[in-house]
């Protein structure tokens, strides 16, 4: 049993390592040459245009839920008022930003790992290295830069989005007016809240696609291993976004005490 256990920790020391190696590595390749422009475009349009109604919507229910459920809580101590107050300042700092990587690493995370496994067992991936092309570089970083610009861009879609379903929740329920409703809305918030956890987001961004452009490279087994590192590619990619969430919102509130409050 405990050889079984030490054999499993080490394999799991042994990838985290690897897979640290491959960011450090992705990193390093963003700054040098060639920059390969017109393939980050074409990504920033896949992974970030793309996402644009899947995150849209999502912003615009989890605001209109989180409304009604915010009404229902403050009700009962006579604070109707601030439900606008509170719906702005808990998407923007915490809400939108966590809400947005899950659903990108659904998506874009899925996509990546499922997209460079088939090249992987199709032998794409050496035919380009046949071409003198540097499929790392190419494949991987271009992907991992689209991320992380695309992923701020998405998470302040879907703070404004949760905050307009809001609006559509509470004109219903209430009847406040827009112009009330939005200046309630923004009056706990200021600058320093939306740049600190809107940017947060781009280390997710860069997370995500490293865990599945790392999982996709080095899928196997035919068919099943490119499932496996779509799969994968979700789990380990949403897990990731919430414990380092948790480092950076401690990193964010000790560096920036007052925009993280």
Known sequence: M????GALVARWLAEAGAFSIFCARAFRDAFRRPFEIDEIGR??????????????????????VFSLHTRASLAMFGAE???????GVSLIREVGPLVAGLMFSGRVG?????????????EQIDALEAL?????????VTRIIACVIAMPILTALIDFTGIAGGFVAE?????M?????????FLLVNFDHFITSVLKTSVFGFLIASVASYLGIHASSGTEGVGRASTMSVVAGSILIIVVNVVLVK???FLFPEGGA
Do not use: C, H, N
């Open 2 to 5: 405990f050889e079984r256990l």
């Open 43 to 64: 990504q920033i349009y896949e992974v970030g245009w793309r996402s644009v109604p899947l995150i849209a919507t999502s912003g615009f229910a989890v605001g209109i």
């Open 81 to 87: 008022s601030m439900i606008p107050a509170g719906l």
């Open 110 to 122: 899925a996509g990546i790992g499922a997209e460079l496994g088939a090249m992987k067992v199709t």
């Open 132 to 140: 003198a092309v540097d499929s790392f570089k190419y494949l991987a």
């Open 171 to 175: 004109s219903a329920v209430s009847g």
């Open 177 to 185: 007016s827009y112009r009330l409703y939005f200046e309630r809305a």
């Open 251 to 253: 990193l964010i509130f």
